[in-house]
């Protein structure tokens, strides 16, 4: 059964800093590229980052030089570092696993940036 439980979601100020993490069991983790999804009211989800099994990155314009991905082969795991966090970086945020023609979803969680 394969599972992407995220975490580390939750109200932080104009300026502040949260780091997101997505666990992945069953699938081979190594295999896949990982990303993660936002998804504000009202608006389309976007992809905000992106790493390939190998190790590249890709970040949505809106997020370069702010987030940063990275992944952990040994624990299975995804993370965003997020900084200097915006208002319009409001929204839920979902991790992604893809690999040839599987693709996973997590269940979401959500990053509110308000004072």
């Known amino acids: 059964q394969v599972q992407l439980v995220e975490s580390g979601g939750g109200l932080v100020q104009p300026g502040g800093s949260l780091r997101l993490s997505c666990a992945a069991s069953?699938?081979?983790?190594?295999?896949?590229?990982m990303g993660w999804y936002r998804q504000a009211p009202g608006k389309q989800r976007e992809l905000v980052a992106g790493i390939t099994s190998g190790g590249s990155t890709n970040y949505a314009d809106s997020v370069k030089g702010r987030f940063t991905i990275s992944r952990d082969k040994v624990n299975n795991t995804v993370y965003l570092q997020m900084n200097s966090l915006k208002p319009e970086d409001t929204a839920v945020y979902y991790c992604?696993?893809?690999?040839?023609?599987?693709?996973?979803w997590g269940q979401g969680t959500q990053v509110t940036v308000s004072s």
């Open positions: 069953g699938i081979g983790f190594r295999r896949y590229g």
């Open positions: 992604n696993a893809g690999w040839s023609t599987y693709t996973y």
